[in-house]
């Protein structure tokens, strides 16, 4: 089965998304995402120009040649915008071995290891009454895992929280130039273990309980947090530090059982290695759209597997459709998956576009028995939605030191 074409569709359906398509010549083609949030037509580009010319006559069936060509082929190696291109390529081809064998995707990934996949949803407020009142509704909902993110008070603005204290990630379509927002730890570190503390007062121990820091705190001050939160019992902690220097996770593990997770940046193994092998983390967060598809997400989790770390894939807005479906696949075959984040489908827009066969009830979520990815694009659709520009947020400490976002 040979490559014909590579297409690749940009829409703004509230919110970027790069989408790839593999066309054959015996009329299957595949899909794949390629969203790089804020640097979308760099990846564009690069498929466009390097990727797509150097396909055309391929066996589509070579997952793997084709994948090494392009890892080793570039001489480069890694990086976001190679990584998310390479991603698109390969769940597209993923896409199209499930239509031609007739077979969802996990089943060639090895076959079903649970019932469905279990998701842990978002609680963002403006006061801890407020992200405790939107857990409530998840909980109600059946989400058996919900994740808290609170407006820090005396901060203009707060990550991942909405209303008066917009966060500007989540509200993309109108930023043409990146927004800045302000960042102070000593204020974060009053509200943050109050939010738990009265999380689990009125929610009991049965639900899990989990928090993004979105790496704003230095190593000893997550080690710090990881400590004042051991009563609450988190299922993680999220992104609490940089880990740029892998080896800087020893000193939060030295102090603190509260597990620990962290990934969604990566684009290779080799950005997690160390932290895995010395059983520094108890999530890797790797997204099958930044780190190069499904075939090296299955090895960094086969790896994983052997240091008792679990898969948690990165699951925010920004990730199509596309990327939900490939890892629901790999989620439902990885013997170590632990949970997925889940934030909905996108909006009524977003929808028309992007047509899923994932069913979520009870916080848990499960594909049918489509084959390929059982995802479809509508190209049509997608032209209403034109790219529009948009960067993710600056983080400034308040005397305007710029800080890690
Ligand atoms: C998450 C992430 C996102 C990122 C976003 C950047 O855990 O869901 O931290 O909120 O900020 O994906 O593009
Ligand atoms: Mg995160």
Known sequence: MKITQVKVFVCSPGRNFVTVKVMTDEGIFGLGDAT?????????????????????????????????????????????VNMAAIAAIDMALWDIKGKAANMPVYQLLGGRSRRGVT????????????????????IAQGFKAVRLQCAVPGLNVTYGVLGDKADYFELQGSRPLPPEEDWSTQKYFNMVVDLFKQARERFGNDVHLLHDVHSRLTPIESARLGKLLEPYNLLFLEDASIAENQDSYKIIRQHTTTP?????TYN??????????NQLIDYIRVAATHAGGITPLKRIADFAS???V???????????????????????????FGI????????????????????????LANVSEAPGLGIEFDEEAAKEYPYKRSYLPVSRLEDGTVWNW
């Open 36 to 80: 790089l949030n804020g640097r979308e037509m760099a990846v564009v580009a690069y498929i466009e120009e390097h990727v797509a010319p150097c396909l055309i006559g391929r066996n589509a069936h070579d997952i793997e040649d084709i994948w090494q060509y392009l890892y080793k082929g570039v001489y480069w190696r890694k990086g976001a």
């Open 119 to 138: 998701l842990y949803a978002h609680a963002s407020g403006e006061t801890i009454d407020d992200t405790l009142d939107k857990t409530a509704e998840h």
């Open 260 to 264: 620990l997770a962290i990934g969604e």
């Open 268 to 277: 290779t193994i080799w950005d997690c290695k160390d932290l895995i092998q």
């Open 306 to 308: 052997i240091y008792n």
């Open 310 to 336: 679990k898969t948690a894939p990165h699951g925010a807005p920004d990730l199509s459709p596309v990327c939900f479906a490939a890892h629901m696949h790999l989620n439902l075959w990885a013997p170590n």
């Open 340 to 363: 997925q984040e889940f934030v909905g489908f996108g909006n009524e827009h977003s929808k028309r576009i992007f047509k899923h066969s994932v069913e979520v009830k009870d916080g």
